[in-house]
């Protein structure tokens, strides 16, 4: 059977139990590497599993998934992802290639970035859709996360931004070159993406537009949720370029239109109380 396994969020003792006991009987045990992080390493979680740990890379699931299913028809393998299997990132590939080759698979849920921001007080189902914000380069810089962003502010619904992660990336000369040369790990922080969307309310000011979300919009900045260290700050899109939050890993919320209570468990992140002094979009009901 094929195992897909939350992690949680936090460190090594976030696994439930049902995942804990799953991992211990597989034969291999296989650790996402690429779309996430946790709080500790490698070698900490093989210490608390008990079992020897096989990094996935991207290049991995994407390209040798077979590789990583050979067997698992007449032994158990995991496949172990941070936070949920099907949170933010979906892994359906894997399961459908599982289906094909008539090996049963089993998926062991955990919590998720997806459902743990509520820790910030903004409630769960005044969401809308969930954007990724990418880096940008020097000749690439989409803005599709911002019309999103947009649209589900104008239905008074908030944004779950989930920042970019590169890990294993190459330039683009090693990559044309194909010289196996990765360039360092960087983890977008709420600086960078708050940096972007206020670059691209200036460029659309520009030309003409008047954007639906302003440097005054309140959003809220997460920093290594349900770890130690966890870090939460609300203020203003302009305050978001600034605030410091430490190490990885961020995401950034854009709240549209707010409860009372909403407002009231904010104020207990506020980077400044005057944030909120004058900010109408509440609900009354």
Not at 102 to 118: E, L, Q, R
Not at 152 to 164: A, K
Not at 165 to 184: A, C, F, H, T, W
């Amino acid at each position: 059977m094929l195992y897909l396994v939350g992690l949680g969020l936090g460190d090594a003792e976030d696994i439930t139990v049902k995942g804990l006991e799953a991992v211990r009987r597989c034969r291999r045990v296989y650790l996402e590497a690429y779309t996430s992080v946790l709080t500790v390493g490698k070698e900490a979680l093989e210490e608390f599993y008990g079992k020897e740990l096989i990094l996935a890379d991207r290049e991995m699931v994407e390209q040798e998934a077979d590789s990583l299913l050979k067997e698992a028809d007449v032994c158990d393998v995991a496949f172990l992802v941070v936070g949920d299997p099907f949170g933010a990132t979906t892994h359906s590939d894997l399961v459908l290639r599982a289906v094909k080759l008539g090996i049963p698979y089993k998926v062991i849920h955990n919590a998720s970035i997806m459902n743990a921001v509520g820790c910030c007080g903004l409630q769960l189902y005044n969401f809308g859709e969930t954007v990724s914000i990418v880096f940008w380069t020097d000749t690439w810089k989409p803005e599709s996360f911002f019309d999103k962003i947009e649209k589900n502010r104008q239905n008074g619904m908030h944004t779950l931004c989930l920042l970019d992660i590169k890990v294993k990336e190459q330039s683009l000369e090693n990559l044309m070159k194909g010289r196996k040369i990765y360039e360092p790990p960087r983890y977008m922080s709420v600086n960078q993406a708050a940096e972007q969307l206020l670059a691209i309310i200036q460029s659309r000011r520009l030309q003409g537009e008047k954007p639906e979300i302003t440097e005054n919009t309140i959003c809220v900045g997460l920093a290594r949720v349900d770890a130690p260290a966890e870090k939460i700050a609300s203020g203003t899109l302009q305050q978001m370029s600034t605030v410091e939050l430490g190490a990885p890993l961020h995401s950034l919320i854009v709240t549209g239109t707010m409860h009372p209570l909403e407002l009231e468990m904010l104020k207990l992140f506020s980077v400044d109380s005057s944030s909120f002094e004058n900010n109408a979009c509440q609900r009354t009901t």
